[in-house]
């Protein structure tokens, strides 16, 4: 079995940075392919960023793109968000999604991940 555990959620001005990390358990989660969501109050969850087993591929949201970036440490099991130009928007639980499965997909369908973390509040004042 798989645990994800977010981290390093908080309270933010508006154009301040912050950065989540999600520690994975696991002998082979470093050959899993990985991706932040966030789900905002009333609103469904939603794709953020992905990362490739080898973190050499990396995907974003048009919402996102430009100010978050996504990385990976294997040797830590740990993936990270660094989160850059916050906007009051950004404002959500986040979650950290793992894919074990081998095989094509989408890293932004949150369907075909198989282990998630229980998230972590990111709220970004005006």
């Known amino acids: 079995q798989v645990q994800l555990v977010e981290s390093g959620g908080g309270l933010v001005q508006a154009g301040g940075s912050l950065r989540l990390s999600c520690a994975a358990s696991?002998?082979?989660?470093?050959?899993?392919?990985m991706a932040w969501f966030r789900q905002a109050p009333g609103k469904e969850r939603e794709f953020v960023a992905g990362?490739?087993?080898?973190?050499?591929?990396?995907f974003y949201a048009d919402s996102v793109k430009g100010r978050f970036t996504i990385s990976r440490d294997n040797a830590k099991n740990t993936v990270y968000l660094q989160m850059n130009s916050l906007k009051p928007e950004d404002t959500a639980v986040y979650f950290c999604?793992?894919?074990?499965?081998?095989?094509?997909?989408?890293?932004?369908?949150?369907?075909?991940?198989?282990?998630w973390g229980q998230g972590t509040q990111v709220t970004v004042s005006s």
């Open positions: 990362i490739s087993w080898s973190g050499g591929s990396t």
């Open positions: 999604a793992a894919r074990a499965r081998g095989g094509g997909f989408a890293y932004s369908v949150r369907g075909q991940y198989d282990y």
């Open positions: 696991g002998r082979s989660s470093s050959s899993y392919r």
